[in-house]
């Protein structure tokens, strides 16, 4: 009886979401094989594709929580690489990553995360999102402008030659962002891991090759 009344006094957004949850075979998956989230599997698909998850790597993670990346990243690079988690909310401890709480708008982010590196990453990650209003243009333009400001800041950590993989929403705003990372990468695309839901307007940027145009390295 519980349950029912539980789900009566949930908003129609809200018992959709537990819905799809309960019947998503990466959710049971990631219960399964211990993982934080079901994101884990977007990252592992992307990584076992396009290979952006090197050995002895340093890694950056933003907004990690609650840690599917991390997770998939320090599997990946090993104990030779570094993964440096980083979120505004809470993360608990988890083997092979460091986290800092630190929003990585904040001007100080870029070094202190180079520091903590012991110098620049060779991969930023960002599988942020904002918090859905409900209303497609706005929540499009909310992630949107996440994913940019995520951009600005692989610019400043990023070794030459790194990549970037950020969450972008379908709508058009992403082809201009598209354009600009085609002049600091050497490859710019479009992915969408097949963990990624079908009927999701999801999709990630995957940039390789990165290249200081017009800086000095």
């Known amino acids: 009886m519980k349950h029912l009344k539980d789900q009566k006094s949930r908003t129609l957004s809200s018992r959709t979401w537990l819905e799809r949850q309960i019947s998503d075979p990466y959710v049971a998956r990631a219960k399964r094989e211990g993982f934080r989230s079901r994101a884990a599997y977007k990252l592992a698909e992307l990584d076992d594709k396009y290979r952006v998850l090197k050995a002895g790597a340093r890694v950056v993670d933003l907004g990690a929580a609650p840690g599917g990346w991390s997770e998939i990243a320090a599997q990946r690079i090993g104990a030779k690489g570094r993964v440096i988690a980083l979120d505004i909310l809470e993360f608990k401890p988890m083997l092979g990553v460091e986290f800092i709480k630190l929003d990585f708008l904040d001007n100080t982010a870029p070094e202190r995360l180079k520091a903590m590196?012991?110098?620049?990453?060779?991969v930023v990650l960002s599988d942020m999102a904002a918090n859905a209003t409900g209303h497609r243009k706005t929540d499009h333009l909310r992630i949107m402008a996440l994913a940019?400001?995520?951009v600005a800041f692989a610019r400043e950590v990023l070794a030459e030659g790194?990549?970037?993989?950020?969450?972008?929403l379908q709508g058009g705003t992403e082809s201009v962002l598209l354009a600009e990372l085609k002049r600091d990468f050497e490859s710019v695309r479009h992915v969408k891991p097949p963990a990624s839901r079908s009927d999701s307007a999801e999709l990630y940027l995957l940039a390789r090759g990165f290249r200081r145009v017009g800086k000095q390295p």
């Not at 590196?117 to 060779?122: E, R, S, T």
């Open 148 to 150: 940019e400001a995520a």
């Open 162 to 168: 790194g990549s970037f993989l950020c969450k972008v």
């Open 117 to 122: 590196l012991g110098g620049k990453a060779d």
